[in-house]
């Protein structure tokens, strides 16, 4: 089985894309490859950011490795959060404290206003780069629904499906119409194509 990094140690992201590649690849996490820094995400765009992880991986570790950004983007904020999606209330990473901002500073904005839009792109490094991207519609609620998911899952409600946010569907739901699901399923066609 080839071996393959990807350029996290987020335990969700990587259940949800080893679920989606199968056994094909031995997907590794930073951690299994012993990569302990933290690698800059200092890019103006989520691509970038994905970029930079990658590059990092391969040059320092030699292995192909795949990173992924992703970015929330409302636009009642002008884009915000953006490529500051995991950071948004602070350096800290905290899913909690970056949806109560979001809801803080959508609190006087209708529902039709809340629109907003999820993107993730990847960028895999295997041999030459390749860009698979994906978005997801949406709207905003005005408090969390469900408990699944993770980052803004709760408060994200897309246009397809039957109402529910992200985090009120099954992983399996999710993945058939998420952002990260559309990305993911690019690479994965490409990686299998290539086997």
């Known amino acids: 089985m080839k071996k393959i990094v990807f350029a996290t140690n987020n335990a969700h992201k990587l259940q949800e894309l080893r679920q989606m590649l199968g056994d094909r690849y031995e997907v590794l996490a930073l951690v299994d490859i012993g990569c302990h820094e933290d690698i800059p995400e200092t890019a103006d765009t989520i691509e970038g950011n994905a970029r930079m992880k990658a590059e990092y991986v391969k040059e320092h570790y030699g292995y192909d490795c795949f990173s992924d950004d992703t970015g929330l ?59 698979f991207e994906g978005q997801v519609e949406g709207i905003i609620l005005t ?7 993770f980052g803004y899952d709760s408060i994200f409600q ?38």
């Open 143 to 149: 408090e969390r629904h469900g408990t699944g998911g």
């Open 73 to 131: 983007e409302i636009d009642a904020l002008g884009g915000e959060p953006g490529v500051y999606s995991a950071r948004y209330a602070g350096p800290g990473h905290d899913s909690e404290a970056n949806i109560d901002k979001v809801l803080t500073k959508l609190q006087d904005v209708p529902m039709e206003k809340r629109t907003a839009r999820f993107r993730t792109a990847i960028v895999l490094l295997q041999g030459e780069e390749h860009l």
């Open 158 to 195: 897309p246009v397809e499906g039957d109402g529910s946010t992200f985090a009120q569907m099954s992983p399996e739901q999710k993945n058939s119409i998420s952002h990260r699901g559309r990305a993911v399923a690019r690479l994965v066609e490409f990686l299998n194509d290539r086997q």
